[in-house]
C-alpha cells in the first residue's frame, strides 16, 4: 500500500496536493508541484486517452513522434526522482470539504486529506464499440484530425456520427484526401441541410446506418459491417460522436460548470471553488491536445502552490 493511503479510521497525513488523473496533465502539474518542494500524490487509473495506442506527432521535440503512453512513462520515472512525489493507483470515488478545512478523497477502503485538489480527470470518449475495439484507437480509429489528419492523406476514410459537427470533420479532412464518406452509426441523422448540401457538392456520401463489426487485424481496420448488409472498406476511422467530460468529483465539490458541461476555469486554471484547480481536456470543448494539456497542469500547478504559500509570502 502507498505510503500516501491509509484505511479508514487510520489517522491521515495532509498532502499539499492531491491531482486526480494521471495524463499528461495531471503529471504536468505533479512535477510542477513536485519541484516547489509540495508533498503531492497523483491518482492514476490507468485508464484515458493517453493509454491509447496514439502515436503524437505535434509535441515539441521529438522529430519522429512519441506514443502517448510513453510520454506517460517518462513523466512517471521524472516525477519518481522526487521524494515527496508519488503516483497512487487508486480510482478516487468521492471528494468533499474546502480549502479552510482542507480536502478529503476516498476510494474503495482508503483515505487521503490534501490542501489542495488539482483534476485532471478528462473525457469519456464516446468511440464506436464493436469486439475488441481498443486495439485500433490511435492506429487506424482516430478522434483527431489536429493529430492524426496528416499521417492520414490520400488514405480511404470514413467518419462516424450523426451531427454537424462530423459533417464538419469529414468535409476538412477532404482536403486531405478525396476518399472520404460518413456513417451516421445512430438511429437519427441529424445533419442540416447546409452541411448536407456541402457534403453532396464534395462528393462525400452519408451512410445512415449503424455499425455491427469488423475486419482488421493488428489495429488496422480494412472494413466494417452495418446493420443494414453493407460492407465499408477503408484504412482510418474518425469517431465524431463526442464525448463526456468527467466532471462527477468536480459535481460533488460543487465547482462551477461551463457550455457543454465543461469544468470552468479562468487563465490560471482555479475553478469556482477556493483550493480546486482544473486542467487538461476537462476543460474545455475543443484543443484536447497534448501540449495544451502539459500546460495547463503547469499553470494548475504554479497558481496552486501560490495559494499555499503563506499569507506573508503573497503580494
Known sequence: MSRAAVKDGEPVPLLDAAVVGGGPAGLSAAIYLARYRRDVAVFDTGHGRSTHHQVNHNYLGFPEG??????????????????????????????????????????????????????ATGVLDHFPHFPGWREYVGRSMFWCITCDGYENQGR???????????????????????????????????????????????????????????????????????????????????????????????RQLGVALGDFGYVAVDSEQKT?????????????????????????????ASAANYFLHPPELKV
Open 272 to 300: 469556482s471553488v477556493p483550493g480546486v484547480y482544473a486542467a487538461g481536456d476537462l476543460t474545455a470543448l475543443h484543443s484536447h491536445q497534448v501540449t495544451a494539456a502539459v500546460h495547463e497542469g503547469a499553470q494548475a
Open 156 to 250: 480511404d476514410i470514413l467518419v462516424v456520427g450523426h451531427t454537424d459537427l462530423a459533417a464538419a470533420e469529414a468535409m476538412q479532412l477532404h482536403s486531405l484526401t478525396d476518399r472520404v464518406r460518413l456513417l451516421t452509426n445512430s438511429r437519427s441523422d441529424e445533419i442540416t441541410e447546409p452541411y448536407r448540401r456541402r457534403l453532396t457538392a464534395a462528393g462525400i456520401p452519408v451512410v445512415h446506418d449503424r455499425l455491427t463489426d469488423v475486419e482488421g487485424s493488428d489495429g488496422r481496420l480494412t472494413a466494417v459491417h452495418t446493420r443494414g448488409g453493407r460492407r465499408l472498406t477503408l484504412q482510418a476511422l474518425f469517431s465524431l460522436q463526442g464525448a463526456t467530460p468527467e466532471t462527477g468529483l468536480a
Open 66 to 119: 512519441i506514443a502517448t503512453v510513453d510520454l506517460r512513462k517518462l513523466a512517471a520515472e521524472q516525477l519518481s526522482r522526487y521524494p515527496h512525489a508519488r503516483i497512487v493507483h487508486h480510482l478516487i470515488t468521492s471528494v468533499e470539504g474546502d480549502a479552510d478545512t482542507g480536502f478529503t478523497l476516498r476510494s474503495q477502503g482508503h483515505v487521503w486529506r490534501a490542501r489542495t485538489v488539482l483534476l
